[in-house]
T-cell receptor, first 118, second 115 residues
């Protein structure tokens, strides 16, 4: 099955700096890559995702890049703020096409604890 | 108000007892999932269901059981056979008109502690 590795496991940055979290995957058939943010004691929240037909996607201060050849994808957070402090998870999946497709078991990385110091 | 609800938020169990964790969604999603989360180990898949009356084992199904009698509900039973059940349990769902392409949305979680 798919194997997703995530680095680093912990990351500390100063407020205003950028943070980068990297993930690699093993199954070249994977075509969907979401990122989740989990605050202490809460369920993970989807913050951004990317599909294999796209190389980069941006949403305000958050961006994700995908390199299918190297089988790795990264989360970039710019202008970090203390409220960005949380655990971030990457995941990979094979999903079907067409609206309403429900296929796609997610394989998660082990998470990165991001701390943003004021 | 659409979303995924899990109850209870905290659950305490004595050794040897079975307990059932509730998961309900009103997102009209076809697929539902149960994960277990332990410190430093990320999310591990226990069971998942892609359609009513059908479900598959995940990576750590031993000591757990599920049912999927209704589209909106996917309860998880932690049996006495589960050797180390203390953990944070997360339910998720995906698919349907508000999902699509495999996006999974998570509930708030249930923290189970065995006394």
């Amino acid at each position: 099955g798919e194997n997703v590795e995530q680095h680093p496991s912990t990351l500390s940055v100063q407020e205003g700096d950028s943070a980068v979290i990297k993930c690699t995957y093993s199954d070249s058939a994977s075509n969907y890559f979401p990122w989740y943010k989990q605050e202490l004691g809460k369920g993970p929240q989807l913050i951004i995702d990317i599909r294999s037909n796209v190389g980069e996607k941006k949403d305000q201060r958050i961006a994700v890049t995908l390199n299918k050849t190297a089988k790795h994808f990264s989360l970039h957070i710019t202008e970090t703020q203390p409220e960005d402090s949380a655990v971030y998870f990457c995941a990979a999946s094979i999903v079907g096409s067409g609206r309403g497709s429900t296929l796609g078991r997610l394989y998660f990385g082990r998470g990165t604890q991001l701390t943003v110091w004021p | 108000d659409g979303g995924i609800t899990q109850s209870p938020k905290y659950l305490f169990r004595k050794e040897g007892q079975n307990v059932t964790l509730s998961c309900e969604q009103n997102l009209n999603h076809d697929a539902m999932y149960w994960y277990r989360q332990d410190p430093g180990q990320g999310l591990r898949l226990i069971y998942y269901s892609q359609i009513v009356n059908d479900f598959q084992k995940g990576d750590i199904a031993e000591g757990y059981s599920v049912s999927r009698e209704k589209k909106e509900s996917f309860p998880l039973t932690v049996t006495s056979a589960q050797k180390n059940p203390t953990a944070f349990y997360l339910c998720a769902s995906s698919g349907g008109t508000s999902g699509g392409f495999g996006t999974q949305y998570f509930g708030p979680g249930t923290r189970l502690t065995v006394l």
